[in-house]
């Protein structure tokens, strides 16, 4: 029987190398790896690092956020919808207390990729024709900023924008050592008519996608030769382990059924989903279960 020939659109990353490199196969299946930017596969991954605020707009607390005009790229960006939550839950920040203006962080005229249909108690409105949301975050016109990718003004350190949580690390070890949760963004999607007409490809993917995961955490393990610029790269793998456990990196649903369930209900309540959603109801069976001897 010939082998399937499906197309992977995916992201440089470390985990899903071997796949993108071949050296790791998915039975059954001739997998095309075209390795694209986040925004360019699914338009849109994150937590208080990813955060941030004018230095001129009178917060600082997470608390001050409430009455203050927050930008995001897109408001159903999943890394927004987690810090909206964790913001909710953790420092008394609902999300109908700010206003959320979306549009271009660096280049103006991103748009919703999926149209909204929000309760009325949830103001998102878009930010002018020909702005953005760094420069509005630097000159005032917004009061904070979350987004996954660092703002121009922050990188380029200037002054006016920093960020809220100046302690990222020990906020982010706190907030696991409270919760137990590590924030997940993305996940694999098979298109349904593909799935339908084999079954088996859920299943197929899933363990290639794991011995890929294994083979970047074993090739991070050569300190002959670190595998990234980072001079104490096996101290913080071991720290990281201390903090996170072994399987730190950890897929699938039985390993991060709170987290997805903590992410459903973030989801409903900011008015993305008309009724509370399970985390069984989004996996193929067939991904979730193995064969046992």
């Not at 020909?130 to 703002?151: E, F, K, Q, V, Y």
């Not at 991060?256 to 459903?264: C, K, Q, S």
């Not at 209900?265 to 069976?285: I, M, N, T, V």
Request: one cysteine or more.
């Amino acid at each position: 029987m010939a082998r399937l020939r499906l197309t992977l659109a995916c992201g440089d990353y470390d985990r899903t190398r071997a796949l993108e490199e071949g050296t790791i196969r998915p039975d059954g299946i001739d997998l095309t790896y075209l390795r694209l930017p986040a925004e360019e596969t699914f338009f849109r991954m994150v937590r208080h690092g990813c955060v941030y605020i004018n230095s001129g707009a009178g917060i600082t607390t997470p608390e001050d956020l409430r009455g203050k005009a927050v930008g995001t790229p897109e408001y159903q960006l999943t890394a927004s919808v987690w810090i909206r939550g964790i913001l909710a839950d953790h420092h008394h920040v609902p999300v109908d207390s700010v206003t959320h203006l979306v549009g271009g962080q660096e280049q103006p005229g991103r748009p919703e990729k999926v149209a909204l249909d929000l309760p009325p108690r949830i103001r998102v409105q878009r930010i002018p024709a020909g702005t953005t949301l760094s420069g509005m975050l630097a000159d005032g016109g917004i009061d904070a900023l979350c987004t996954p990718r660092l703002p121009r003004p922050f990188v380029q350190r200037d002054p006016r924008v920093r960020r809220l949580f100046p302690d990222v690390i020990g906020t982010e070890q706190a907030y696991h050592a409270a919760t137990g949760r590590f924030p997940i963004m993305h996940v694999v999607v098979v298109r349904r008519d593909v799935y339908e007409a084999y079954p088996w490809v859920a299943q197929s993917l899933y363990k290639a996608f794991e011995l890929a995961k294994a083979d970047a955490a074993e090739r991070l393990y050569d300190s002959s030769a670190l595998r990234f610029m980072l001079p104490w790269l096996t101290q913080q793998l071991e720290q990281a382990k201390q903090l996170l456990g072994d399987d730190y990196w950890s897929y699938g649903l039985q390993a991060n059924r709170d987290t997805l369930a903590t992410f459903l209900r973030y989801h409903h309540e900011q008015g993305l989903s008309r009724r509370p959603l399970q985390p069984e109801g989004l996996f193929a069976p067939e991904a979730t279960e193995s064969a046992v001897i």
